[in-house]
């Protein structure tokens, strides 16, 4: 459980995909995606494939920690329903047209 207070310090947006292109001998895509006047590069993993990205609207945590995946640095995360084990995830997209940098609450 966290609390309120700590939900409050996720800064969850939308991004819409401007690429999205796999990384070599690896099972990770990178993505570039403008979440409001900022283009930010994450890696996203487990099973995606860049068809699955390319310029959808899709939920990013832009808060997150910087870190390197296989050499490749990652600025966030794209959120993602893990529906079980050999599935492709489901990845979250609003059901309208929502413009890049619109806050989650």
């Known amino acids: 459980m966290i609390t309120f207070k700590d939900f409050e310090k ?4 939308i991004g819409k995909v401007k690429s999205a292109e796999k990384i ?9 995606v403008d979440i409001g ?4 590069q994450l890696v996203a993993g487990g099973g ?4 699955d990205l390319l310029s959808k609207n899709v939920v990013v945590l832009a808060n ?9 640095q990652s600025n966030g995360m794209i959120l993602a329903a893990d529906i079980g084990e050999g599935k492709k ?5 609003p059901d309208e047209d929502v413009p ?3 806050k989650v609450r």
């Open 24 to 32: 070599p001998e690896t099972r990770l895509i990178k993505i570039k």
């Open 48 to 51: 995606l494939g860049s068809e």
């Open 64 to 72: 997150l920690e910087p870190r390197a995946l296989r050499g490749v």
């Open 10 to 13: 996720l800064d969850i947006r």
């Open 37 to 40: 006047g900022e283009v930010r």
């Open 89 to 93: 995830p489901v990845i979250l997209v």
């Open 100 to 102: 890049a940098g619109t």
